[in-house]
């Protein structure tokens, strides 16, 4: 691809960040051009995001209709799974896996609500009422 060929298609992060692309310059020489995007990336990447979303949207469902606790939204929110969120918090997978129970969740103690709430980003209540940080 020529230099001038790179494709300039502005994403969501191209105001951010920019994406060194390999070109040819004029005399048929390999070249670095900056890229602020292109549309197929973009294209997937809004596929990921949306698919995300749909996931913790359901996982709010579920916590909403008391099939699980509100670990399993801010897991889905984070996009983290049971063994990443036990190396962050310090739990055992198996302990993980028990407090997405709701009834066990309830009984969770504040040092152990801390220790999630610090993971996520958010104050207790916040684990409690679904309030996710997006910043």
């Given at each position: 691809?020529?230099?001038?060929?790179?494709?300039?298609?502005m994403?969501?992060?191209?105001?951010?960040?920019k994406?060194?692309?390999y070109?040819?310059d004029?005399?048929?020489?390999?070249?670095t051009?900056?890229?602020?995007?292109w549309d197929?990336?973009?294209t997937?990447?809004?596929?990921?995001?949306?698919?995300i979303?749909?996931r913790?949207e359901?996982?709010?469902?579920?916590?909403l209709?008391?099939?699980a606790?509100?670990?399993?939204?801010f897991?889905?929110?984070?996009?983290?799974?049971?063994k990443l969120l036990a190396?962050?918090t310090?739990f055992w997978?198996w302990?993980?896996?028990?407090?997405?129970?709701?009834?066990?969740?309830?009984?969770l103690?504040?040092?152990?609500?801390?220790?999630?709430?610090?993971?996520?980003n958010v104050t207790?209540?916040?684990?409690?009422?679904l309030?996710?940080?997006?910043?």
């Open positions: 691809m020529k230099k001038e060929q790179v494709p300039q298609d994403s969501a992060l191209g105001k951010i960040t994406e060194v692309c070109a040819t004029e005399n048929g020489n390999y070249t051009q900056l890229s602020d995007g197929v990336k973009i997937a990447l809004d596929k990921a995001w949306e698919e979303e749909d913790a359901a996982a709010r469902q579920k916590v209709n008391g099939e606790s509100p670990l399993l939204y897991m889905e929110k984070g996009l983290m799974d049971i190396g962050y310090g997978q302990q993980v896996k028990r407090h997405l129970k709701p009834d066990v969740f309830k009984a103690s504040e040092k152990k609500l801390q220790k999630y709430a610090e993971v996520f207790i209540a916040d684990l409690h009422n309030k996710f940080n997006d910043a």
